[in-house]
């Protein structure tokens, strides 16, 4: 296709990003942490987001086709999602039950608002949260990473069946040989028995979760890298990250031996993919300064206050989708002056 | 006595003693199934949709039990329709569906115990449901008994049918069996969210979706034709 020649009035200084350019440069960034998930996790980790990836974008033809919406899959959105959702997910998650939350996360969270940019959620945190729901137990199963033999052949669990229940891991846990590994996340550890693992060890990404939440180090290069490309808010991930240390700091300076430090609150779990890459979802946050900020801080709080109060272990996920809902909310509510007006009274 | 009010009430006799306000027609019958099915296009009585369709037993149990109380005080308020005064129709028509509520419910309780255990509280709420009060409003209460019974019997099976569509999708993924009967052996993997009501939702949902893309369909298709036929 031929492109029709641009006109366009001085300053020529500014090119104009188009959605695909953004989308492909947070794809590029999202490559690196792909390749430690699967130098860490194997062939499971890279068959999980292979399997995401593809049925995401199936779903996003089949439901843009349906609708008359033509092929969007060259905006590359949906592949975003895809391997986000890839990364959420526990290295040796079944991949019929990644694909069937691949295809839920698309199809309900993003196509039936009706594409790119209707969505109100994140839609690979839509289907993270639904396969939170419904398959609860095979989602906090856990594996240890860098498992002898793991380039040879994936984790039992990930080949399971169809529609059946997932291989156990114990015996395969068993037979590696590795001292020690009890089947919990640092952040299970800390919560239930008040273990915390080695701040540096969190911090560069030796340690078990899911396939890409793992090394705080490499998202937050991959982040800084996508905000000095300014395609996310650098407020967003600040924000996220104060919001979390203001919570976790008074209750650590209350009581260190129960509550965690807040390097562990920022390192652990999926805090920083969340903070990073599904956060500053461009399409699920404000668009105004401020509104950015109060969204961070947002997710932040509530991410600690889940994490510290909550059944579950972790709360990122929960905190960024009510987050998302309150964003149209917040922006409303912080709409800047405009230059030259005088801030209405109110009577 | 129900049949010797009839003529007292209806004193003029007409030719053709149905035809007084619609002619019955297989329409009367087949709209509730699919034109004006209650749940897929009114959407109304959500609260026994939603709820008790967490396996296809009790979404049968629940419509058959709907369905009778519909039949029955469809009936009774058409027969009396020419007694209760305007003013108290309302009170009137939930005291002859409440009758026919405790009728059903001591009838549940006899035949199965164990249906009636988990259907709860929900066999009393049939009273509150408002496909039936509205049917009672709007058809019984202008209509002469054998329209009613009819238009009652289609509008029962429609809801039966919904919510049998319903419960058998969350049964076949939420516990892996169908009326009770395993389809997939034992090591199938439930899908524990679609027994819960965010179940309920995303299946009501998704049936509404395949409804609507169907009609929408049906509707762009004469169209198109008539548009091919206009050029040829």
């Not at chain 1, 793991?150 to 291989?167: A, D």
């Not at chain 1, 040989?177 to 693992?197: M, R, S, W, Y």
């Not at chain 2, 396996?55 to 007694?83: D, E, K, W, Y």
């Not at chain 2, 009273?127 to 709007?138: D, F, H, K, P």
Request: aromatic content about 10%; hydrophobic content about 50%.
């Amino acid at each position: 296709m031929s492109r029709p020649i641009e006109i366009r009035t001085s300053p020529h200084l500014k090119r104009a990003r188009t959605v695909p350019q953004i989308m492909l440069g947070v794809v590029w960034a999202l490559l690196p942490i792909c390749a430690f998930a699967v130098f860490q996790f194997g062939l499971s980790a890279l068959l999980l987001l292979v399997t995401t990836t593809a049925v995401a974008m199936g779903t996003e033809y089949l439901f843009a086709r349906l609708s008359g919406r033509g092929n969007t899959l060259n905006d590359w959105s949906v592949v975003i999602t895809g391997l986000l959702l890839g990364l959420t997910l526990p290295p040796g998650f079944p991949l019929w039950m990644a694909a069937v939350a691949a295809f839920v996360g698309v199809a309900l969270g993003k196509s039936l608002f009706g594409g790119l940019g209707f969505n109100v959620m994140n839609a690979a945190l839509v289907g993270r949260a639904f396969a939170q729901a419904a398959f609860p137990v095979a989602i906090t199963t856990w594996t240890p990473g860098f498992a002898p033999g793991r380039f040879q052949e994936p984790i039992p669990s990930t080949l399971t069946p169809p529609l059946m229940q997932p291989i156990p891991v114990k015996d395969w846990i068993g037979g590696l040989n590795i001292d020690g590994f009890t089947g919990a996340t640092p952040l299970a550890l800390q919560k239930f028995q008040h273990i915390e693992v080695s701040g540096l060890d969190l911090f560069t990404g030796m340690v078990a979760g899911s396939a890409g939440e793992t090394s705080a180090l490499l998202i937050m290069v991959c982040g800084l890298w996508l905000a000095y490309q300014r395609l996310l808010d650098w407020k967003i991930p600040v924000g996220v990250m104060l919001g979390a240390v203001l919570i976790a700091l008074p209750f650590w300076l209350l009581d260190g031996g129960v509550y965690p430090t807040p390097w562990f609150v920022l390192c652990s779990g999926g805090l920083m993919l969340g903070a990073w890459f599904m956060a500053s979802d461009m399409v699920g946050s404000p668009e105004t300064p401020w509104g950015a900020l109060v969204y961070g801080l947002f997710i932040g709080a509530l991410t600690v206050v889940i994490r510290l109060f909550g059944g579950l272990t972790e709360g990122i996920m929960y905190a960024i989708l009510l987050a998302n809902a309150a964003a149209p909310l917040i922006s409303a509510v912080t709409q800047p002056r405009v230059f030259g007006t005088r801030k209405e009274r109110r009577s | 006595m129900a049949e010797t009010t009839q003529p007292g009430t209806g004193a003029k006799p007409t030719a053709d003693p149905f035809n007084r306000q619609e002619s019955l027609t297989a329409d009367t019958f087949l709209r509730g199934l699919w034109q004006e099915n209650p749940v897929f296009v009114m959407l109304l009585g959500m609260c026994p949709t939603l709820a008790v369709t967490n396996s296809a037993i009790n979404a049968l149990g629940m419509g058959l039990a709907t369905t009778f109380v519909l039949l029955g005080s469809g009936a009774l308020v058409s027969l009396l329709r020419h007694l209760i005064p305007k003013q108290v129709r309302i009170a009137s028509y939930i005291v002859i569906i409440a009758t026919f509520v405790t009728v059903v419910d001591y009838a549940i309780h006899a035949i199965s115990l164990e249906l009636y255990a988990s259907l709860g509280a929900f066999i009393q709420l049939i009273v509150v449901n408002c496909i039936i009060l509205g049917r009672a409003e709007a058809y019984a209460s202008k209509q002469r008994l054998l329209p009613t019974l009819v238009n009652g019997l289609g509008m029962g099976l429609g809801f039966t049918l919904a919510l049998l569509s319903l419960g058998s999708v969350r049964e076949i993924l939420g516990s892996g069996s169908l009326f009770g009967y395993p389809l997939f052996g034992e090591d199938f993997q439930p899908w524990l969210v679609m027994v819960l009501p965010p179940g309920g939702f995303f299946v009501l949902g998704a049936w509404l979706l395949l409804f609507a893309w169907l009609k929408q369909r049906r509707e762009r298709r004469p169209l198109a034709s008539a548009g091919a036929t206009s050029h040829g």
